[in-house]
Structures are given as C-alpha cells and as structure tokens.
C-alpha cells in the first residue's frame, strides 16, 4: 500500500500538469488568428486558431448548393466566415439583392434570430449586405453581425455573435482583417 500512495501521487501530479499545459495551449491557440480564404482566392479575413470547418448542402429547385463554414465559437460568441457558390439562374433571376435576401434569411433561421436592422452598403469598397440581428444562445440574449458579399458567384458572408451586454463592436477585428482582391 505505501507504494501505491507515490505512483497515485505521481500520477495525479502528472495529470494537473497535462491539464495545465493543455489550458494554457488552448487559450493561446484562440489568441493566435489564422488566415482563412475563399476558394478562389479572391477574398480572406481571420479567424481565432481553433475553429472548426463544415459544409452544408442544400438541394434546391435549381440543384445541389454547397456551403462552406468555418466558426470560432467561445466564451459564449461565434465569429464565422462562409461562402457559397450560387447558381447562374440565382444571380439572373435577381442579382445580388435577391442573393443577399437568401443570406439573410438563412442567417436569421440558423440561429432563431429576430432581424433589427438591414441596409444595402459599401464594404471594402464593394456592394455588400450588412444584417444586425438578436437571437438566444446558450439561453442568454445575444447581439448579432453578419456582412454579405457577392463576388462572381461567389457569396461570402461573415458574422459575429456575443452576448448583449458586451460593450465591445461585434467582431471588430473580424471585419477589419476582411480583404477584397
């Protein structure tokens, strides 16, 4: 029994230090932002290390679209940088009021979100849609960002969630590291 007692002791040593290592990794890899990019190049932004990419794909009556994401989410907020590549017939049938209308409706019912401004505007010096919205995540009241950008077919949206009370600009550093090519 009394050898036991070290080894347990050694162990349990050995597991705070993984634990605090790990912590400590963890926390500085969400400090270190990361340049992600647009399949064709033309358009990129930061995100914290650490996020995790997904697709979706949609059938639609014009056919299968695929959605690209790549999300941080922490400390009870959300930066995400997407794309999608519309269909021809999306973007003849009303360019990109109709393709920033999509996005707009899709961010709003992927996170229950209750619309409280919309505007067409400039971005990085190109046409964009800017979405202001609330929602509840993690049964807490949230405040909401997202920027459209249509670039070819290319549909790039960036957003930002975080609780109400912040004080900070939702996702200030995400949009300011956002470049146009």
């Known amino acids: 029994m009394t050898l036991l007692y070290p080894i347990t002791r050694a162990v349990r040593q050995f597991v705070i230090v993984v ?31 650490g996020y995790e990419q997904f697709e979706r794909n949609s059938l639609t009556p014009v056919g299968n679209v695929t959605t690209v ?47 409280t401004g919309y505007r067409l505007t400039k971005f990085k010096g190109k046409n964009a849609g800017e979405l202001l919205f609330t929602c509840d995540h993690n049964g807490s009241p949230h405040k909401g960002k997202a920027i459209f950008i249509l670039i070819d077919q ?15 600009d939702v996702g200030k550093r995400l949009f300011a590291s956002v470049q146009v090519k």
């Open 19 to 49: 634990a605090a290592v790990s912590l400590t990794l963890g926390i500085a890899h969400a400090d270190q932002w990361q340049s992600v990019k647009g399949p064709d190049g033309k358009v990129s932004a930061q995100l914290p290390g």
């Open 69 to 115: 994401v790549k999300r941080y989410e922490a400390k009870g907020r959300i930066l995400g940088f997407g794309y999608t590549k519309l269909p021809k017939v999306v973007l003849m049938m009303g360019g990109e009021k109709r393709a920033y209308g999509i996005a707009k409706s899709r961010m709003l019912n992927e996170f229950s979100a209750t619309e």
């Open 154 to 168: 290319m549909l790039y949206v960036f957003n930002a969630i975080e609780p109400i009370n912040t004080k900070t």
